[in-house]
């Protein structure tokens, strides 16, 4: 039996959750925290969330997760077959993760846990989002998912921009979804399949439990 280790409020566990959830894959929900503890990172090296237990050993990494779920279970297909559109695929969730999702990250600690505002990431971060954004304009076909079908571009899209809309707008006062046009509908699409529904559902429940424990 498959193992997914982390917990509902990270949206990397998220992508790998709803992948699974689509592909209709068993699996088991573990709850687990980041940690550098000997027994964590034995399966995670790097101690974050999430890894994946399978009858082989652990997994760690997003999008290893998510290349390892394609590969065992080819249907229904997250990435096209053929090679050059699947590296298209691959190529709009990677500039997603990197020049959206790692620079609005930055501001996590003062968006949701409510430590000072790091100046130097309010300067830095916004231009790396904007070339980014400019990227997913040019790379996206938006008919209706992001580059066509549905893909594992959406379901990084997807739990990217749950968290980096409202960083964006804290910070900047900005709405980083309109600045690409037909994206607002390929998000809606997205969690709008049932497995969609159900993750971001369980994430909405566990934000709120987080949020009420925090305060």
């Given at each position: 039996m498959r193992k997914l280790h982390g917990f509902a409020v990270s949206n990397y566990y998220n992508?790998?959750?709803?992948?699974?959830l689509e592909k209709?894959?068993?699996?088991?929900?573990?709850?687990?925290?980041?940690?550098?503890?000997?027994d964590y990172t034995a399966k995670?090296?790097?101690?974050?969330?999430?890894?994946?237990?399978?009858?082989y050993g652990f997994l760690s990494e997003t999008s290893v997760m998510l290349d390892y779920l394609e590969a065992v279970q080819?249907?229904?297909?997250?990435?096209?077959?053929d090679a050059f559109p699947a590296?298209?695929?691959?190529?709009?969730?990677?500039?997603?993760?990197?020049?959206?999702?790692?620079?609005?990250r930055r501001h996590y600690a003062e968006i949701f846990f409510g430590e000072k505002r790091n100046e130097t990431a309010v300067t830095e971060?916004?231009?790396v989002i904007e070339?980014?954004?400019?990227?997913?304009r040019q790379l996206g076909t938006f008919k209706p998912y992001i580059c066509g079908d549905f893909t594992i571009a959406d379901i990084v899209a997807a739990h990217t921009f749950i968290y980096a809309v409202p960083v964006c707008q804290a910070v900047y006062g900005w709405d980083i979804v309109a600045e690409v046009p037909g994206l607002a509908a390929a998000l809606e699409a997205t969690n709008a399949r049932e497995a969609g529904a159900r993750v971001m559902a369980d994430q909405q429940t566990a934000l709120a439990a987080f949020q009420a424990q925090k305060g």
């Open positions: 992508m790998v959750k709803f992948a699974l209709g894959l068993s699996f088991e929900e573990v709850q687990a925290m980041p940690s550098q503890e000997s995670s090296p790097m101690g974050k969330v999430p890894c994946l237990e399978t009858d080819p249907s229904p297909a997250l990435v096209p077959g590296a298209k695929v691959r190529e709009v969730a990677k500039i997603i993760e990197l020049y959206v999702e790692l620079p609005a971060a916004k231009p070339n980014g954004l400019r990227a997913l």
